[in-house]
């Protein structure tokens, strides 16, 4: 909904204010809107789930696999995309793609043991690697979704199965295609990160702001959490033209402090379901 | 191009572009310049004809060159806007060339069309708290970023670019004589972060960082960027009060 | 008078010029109160906590600062048109102004306007014959002349219907428009290839990658002359081809900016006859202008020649 000038002026008036801190619906600085999550609904998908937000966002999340050989496939990761009522080569969508799938890519390729077992995640044998898709469907959209969708595939991937390896790990010697378990799958060990998003007015901060908040906050800037910590992607958007003003390292600290604070109850809650 | 092309600018439908072949020899090395002195940007305004405002820049240690050209103010139909809507375009014909051959990107490699729109709004972040717009009612601005020439061990080097990209677009819109609050520039760290500050350093306006690298404060960064926000500042400054 | 030397002369965008109040050296009665013109803006500096407003520089170039003379206002009703016409650029900001106590205390303010443009200001001050306000060139350096409310400027008809003339705006009077604004139809305009700001909007019938890029505006039936307004016959005003001079209404819709002929100096200032065939017309009154060798008469709301 586009708001009017008084409109966002009242809005901004009561958002401002350090002392008088007033969201239009009645949330603290640090707090989230509820969601609602479903998961593994979709019965021809290794993975999937569908994530509700109070402000009517609906975003449904499939995750297929296929088994690639890594020496020939880069990429194992495929991230599509679309949101109703945006094109898809509209700067909006191309932003939150790209954002999301450099920080798919990246932290996939993360390894917990360094050294010659080093393997990625997403690694089967030493020449086969799982390919994930990842199909993202933006059924309505209230709000900048870029947060809501790192849930939902947070939580698709928790649930996402895939067919266990019977074969040997070992495949560069001898010649020989993976085979699986007939029935028995497993689950990926991944903690897919979650991203944040901080809104700056003046010198507030505040967490997960909604479509009428993002239409008056100067920037707002985007942090991921993975593993338990504060991770990159970090960087600011502008979601709307109207207020440009910058802002300073103060920002940024305290946005830093307002994530570490909310993630781990996020992901206790995302856990939980 | 969802446009028509009323004009008939692109020529016919089965044109194709002109395509040079590749230089074969080895261009020879001239290494006078001193390692010790990093070599300074060359910049160059107004050096096109055909746009309200250009520049060219050439980075110096690196074979990155852009040209930006800016096109505007002018009337944008529809609907009623009271303020000028700023757009930017960041292509790279190298990229978009090596691409259509059919050789894949390296998964280093940054240059695909989503990651380059990706840049271009965040570029288009930073100028929108720049440009004066309220200035410009019911009006256009158009920037056009042209990366033609690249380092190929550079192109993922996105700090770097952006830099220069900001430098560039910056001293296309002085030149096209549009009113901008402050010369704002980006402060890059690594090959993974960059800054851009305005007011001297008082303020930021867009934050970059893509990658995980080895832990780092948040003050470190950012006092580490305005350093070099405000060595470029000066080069640019000092080009301006040169010009 | 204002020590200038006390402010940067050569500016870059973003450099501070002055504070938005200062008080003289010698004589600490006389404030000088500063006002943002064309390539100057107002911006807010935090300092210990503390928000200082200063005027900042947003062109490259040099300063100057024009003493905003009190009396042009004194009696805005009364004033002869000519004068009127000299000063609509400077009452946007005076208006302001009059609300404002004018003497609050034993204290001299006196007001300047801030401009940042290219040329030197003993360059700018070489006719000192010259109007307030006026330089004996037009200054083309402004790419930020675009017609804002209360400016006066020069169109060309380009339509006429019952209710209303349609015109593109050519130019904004005293000012230079942009290169590429008024010379769309000759096809010599400056535009991008490839999309732009065009393709902001979705629909290609609403792209604006097309000749004839102007500004466009529309003149009103009830906006032509300011007595009968509701019997104005638009074709015994206008006609297709001539150039009016307006003054901008207000900004308008996403299409059209509104503009007014009803005031004596507005109105066509050239026409030729025969609907464009025939000879360059003279007014001879405020609603007949003449064909000097055929002494065609046609209709039109002429401005005030002198």
Redesign the interface.
Known sequence: MVLSVTEKSYLRDSLKNKDHFLRPDGRNYDQFRPVEIYTDFLPSSNGSSRILASDGTEIVISIKTEVVDHSLTKDLVSIDLDITGYRDDSAYVTSIRSILSKTMKSKLNFTKEKGPKEKSVLQLTKKYSFKLYIDILVLSNYSYPLSLISFAIYSALETTKLPMLISSEDDLEIEELPIFHDYDMITLDFQSPLIFLVAFIEDNVFIDPSDAETQVANKCLILTWFENKISSPIRTVSLNDDYTDGFTLLHLKESIEVVRKCAPEVLRALKYQ | ????D??R??GPPNARPVAFSKVLEEPTEISNVSSNDKALPYMKMGLLT???GSSYIESGDDNLMLIT?V?????????????A???V?LENSIATANNSDGS????KNFN????Y??L???L??IF???V??D????????I?VKVVNTDSANTSNIPKLLQMCCNGILLGL?D????????VGIGIISH??CVS???NG???????????EDEQD??EI?GKCKENYLENKYLI?SY??GD | MLDSSRYPEKVLPGDLISPLYDIDNNNEKIVYSFHPGPGTTITKYKINSQEHKVLIATLKGFVHFEELVKTNIDSEGKESEKKEENDTENKNKLADELEAPEVNSDRIIKKYTVIVSKEKKNEMMQDPNLQEGQQDEVNNDFANNLPKEGDIVLCKVTRISAQKANVEILVVENNNCLKDSGVGTNGAGVSSVTGGSGAVTFFISQASSDLGETFKGVIRSQDVRATERDSVKITECFKPGDIVRCKVLSLGDGNNYYLTTAKNYLGVVFAKSLGGAGELMYAIDWKTMIAPTSQVLEQRKCAKPF
Not at chain 2, 73 to 83: C, D, E, L, N, V
Not at chain 2, 112 to 115: A, Y
Not at chain 2, 202 to 212: A, I, N, R, Y
Request: glycine share 6%; with cysteine.
């Open positions: 191009m969802n446009v028509q009323r004009r600018l692109l055909n746009c309200n050209s096109y505007g103010p002018k009337p944008i139909r529809g609907s009623f806007t009271s303020k809507v700023l757009t375009h894949t990107d390296d998964g695909t069309s989503d990651d729109k990706d271009s709004f965040f288009k972040n929108d708290s720049v004066q717009l200035k410009y009612p019911k009006s256009g601005i158009d056009f002085v096209a004589n549009m009113e901008i609050s402050d010369l993974e972060c500050f305005i007011k008082l303020e930021m306006c867009g934050f970059w960082k893509m990658k995980d948040i003050e950012v400054s301006l009060n």
